[in-house]
C-alpha cells in the first residue's frame, strides 16, 4: 500500500462530503460496524483506492450493486507465518 499525496488527500476529504464523485461506490453492502456490533446496510465508497467514506448516495464514476452481500475488506488478514505452513518463501 502506497501513501497518499496531499492532492489525493484532498480529494479523498471532497468525496466523503459529496462535493466530488467517487472512483467506485459499492451500494447497499452489508457492513459490520464492529464498535456498535451492528450490521448496517450502507454504500462503501472508494477513492484513490481507499475507503472515503460509508453512508447513502454518494456520487460516483462506477457503481457496483452489493445488495444482499456483505462488504468485508477489513477482515483481510495478509499476517501469515510461513514457517506454520511448512513451505518454503519459493512455495
Given at each position: 500500500?502506497?501513501?497518499l499525496t496531499a492532492?489525493?488527500?484532498g480529494r479523498l476529504a471532497k468525496v466523503a462530503q459529496k462535493k466530488e464523485e467517487a472512483d467506485l461506490v459499492l451500494t447497499g453492502?452489508?457492513?459490520i460496524n464492529c464498535f456498535s456490533r451492528s450490521i448496517e446496510e450502507v454504500?462503501?465508497?472508494i477513492c484513490s483506492g481507499r475507503i472515503a467514506a460509508l453512508g447513502k448516495n454518494f456520487?460516483?464514476?462506477e457503481k457496483v450493486d452489493c445488495r444482499g452481500l456483505f462488504i468485508s475488506p477489513g477482515?483481510?488478514?495478509a499476517h501469515i507465518h510461513i514457517e506454520s505452513t511448512?513451505?518454503?518463501p519459493v512455495e
Open positions: 500500500m502506497r501513501f492532492s489525493e488527500h453492502g452489508k457492513v454504500d462503501v465508497a456520487p460516483a464514476r477482515f483481510i488478514d511448512m513451505l518454503t
